[in-house]
Every structure is written in structure tokens, then in C-alpha cells.
């Protein structure tokens, strides 16, 4: 069993930076697979960027070259440092643990971009 806590989220102006975390607990983090999704307002749910066990990296097309997901196993923690945030950034941010097997959701955090 794997418990998340997503923090780093804020209210920041357009063009700015700014860093989630998601800390784990309960169980061995080094073995999952980790990822963040996203929730605009009225939005559907929405895959951001991916890092699995091995230390391999994929990030979605609308934050390619903006986003970069990493991961520091000795802490428990993935990260994901926001460049460049636009407007339509806006959203709740999940982190995800996964394998094969079972996937575990931490509670979100609000990212808002507004001028």
C-alpha cells in the first residue's frame, strides 16, 4: 500500500515556474512506476508526465519541453518542475504509484495561472 501527498501547488503569473511534490509512504517507493495527471475546471482528467522504476521519463505533448518529471527514491518523492506555465495550466495536479498490478492516487493540489 502506497499513501501520496501532493504540495507546491499555488497561484503564479503567467510565464512563471513553480515545483509539486508528492511524498510516499507505506511501502517500498523504488518498485512503482510514478506519474501526474491533471483536472482543469470542467475538464476531463488528463495524463501529464510519467517516470517509472527504471528512471525512464515521458511527458505529454502541451508541456513537452516546459514540465520535467524526476525522482529521488533515497527521499520518496516525485517531482514535477512547471516552466513557462501558461493559463490553460490551470488545474488540480494528482500524482499516481503504480505496477502491473495496483495504482494509488494522492489527494491533488491546486496549481492556478492567472495575471
Known amino acids: 500500500q502506497v499513501q501520496l501527498v501532493e504540495s507546491g501547488g499555488g497561484l503564479v503569473q503567467p510565464g512563471g515556474s513553480l515545483r509539486l511534490s508528492c511524498s510516499a509512504s507505506g511501502s517500498i517507493f523504488s518498485v512503482y512506476n510514478m506519474a501526474w495527471y491533471r483536472q482543469a475546471p470542467g475538464k476531463e482528467h488528463e495524463w501529464v508526465a510519467a517516470a517509472t522504476s527504471s528512471g525512464s521519463t515521458n511527458h505529454a505533448d502541451p508541456v513537452k519541453g516546459r514540465f520535467a518529471i524526476s525522482r529521488d527514491n533515497a527521499k520518496k518523492t516525485v517531482y514535477l518542475q512547471m516552466n513557462s506555465l501558461r493559463l490553460k495550466d490551470t488545474a488540480v495536479y494528482y500524482c499516481?504509484?503504480?505496477?502491473?498490478?495496483?495504482?494509488?492516487w494522492g489527494q491533488g493540489t491546486q496549481v492556478a495561472v492567472s495575471s
Open positions: 499516481k504509484a503504480y505496477n502491473p498490478f495496483q495504482e494509488y
